[in-house]
């Protein structure tokens, strides 16, 4: 079974720009899961999406958005992107949406100058 | 709100045991997990308990949980030098229908050969 996929790996933007990142679950799980690790802020929960529904929310600011699809696969953009956007982004699968494990992928290692 | 807390750093010698304990706030939560990351690489999940379980041992590693004091514990035994690396304590919790992951700061973990 193929495990959770985050497209790109690696990304560099100005700041300004908008980007947007990619992640395909795991077979058959139906909730993704979005964090932010940074070094000072440690890991931090973006948002979580269900049957293409975003059903929870950090306290992240508007620029950050999200999507899913109707095959699970799942977006996040992030506008106007600031230099303290800069960070590990991490996608997260799961069966259900009722706090069961979750699988993570890779991440995209944002940076931005 | 929720808050999970764990030591920032143990350093052990090869061959023995290491314990990294948890401690968090949510009483509600249903699952706990511990993840390992090393450096340049996103989350793997280590092993995960319910919340109604005492201990659950996987090879080399056993999970403690005392939900009373709602403290979780991951002993490793026989500690390898591949066993450095960040190791995260999460918990998630169900909260109307919706699932939300909090992370601990991270407990990075030394083995000297």
């Known amino acids: 079974k193929a495990g959770v996929t985050q497209t790109p790996r690696y990304l560099i933007k100005t700041r300004g720009q908008q980007v947007t990142l990619s992640c395909s679950p795991i077979?058959?799980?139906?909730?993704v899961s979005w964090y932010q690790q940074t070094p000072g802020q440690g890991l931090q929960f973006l948002f979580e999406?269900?049957?293409?529904?975003?059903?929870n929310k950090g306290n992240f600011p508007g620029r950050f958005s999200g999507r899913q699809f109707s095959n699970s696969r799942s977006e996040m953009n992030v506008s106007t992107l600031e230099l303290g956007d800069s960070a590990l982004y991490l996608c997260?699968?799961?069966?259900?949406?009722?706090?069961?494990?979750?699988?993570f992928g890779q991440g995209t290692r944002l940076t931005v100058v | 709100g929720e808050d999970v807390e764990q030591s920032l750093f143990l350093s052990v010698r090869e061959g023995d045991s290491s314990v990294i304990n948890c401690t968090y706030t949510?009483?509600?939560?249903?699952?706990l997990y511990w993840y390992k990351q090393e450096p340049g690489a996103g989350l793997q999940l280590l092993t995960y308990?319910?919340?109604?379980?005492d201990m659950k041992q996987d090879q080399r590693l056993t999970v403690l949980l005392n939900k009373k004091d709602k403290h979780l514990s991951l002993r490793i035994a026989d500690t390898q030098t591949g066993d450095s690396a960040i190791y995260f304590c999460?918990?998630?919790?169900?909260?109307?229908?919706?699932?939300?992951?909090?992370f601990g700061t991270g407990t990075k973990l030394q083995v000297i050969p």
């Open positions: 997260a699968s799961s069966p259900t949406r009722l706090g069961t494990e979750a699988f």
């Open positions: 308990i319910f919340s109604n379980m």
């Open positions: 999406y269900f049957s293409e529904t975003q059903r």
């Open positions: 949510d009483s509600s939560s249903t699952y």
């Open positions: 999460a918990e998630s919790s169900n909260s109307g229908g919706y699932q939300k992951v909090t």
């Open positions: 077979s058959g799980h139906r909730s």
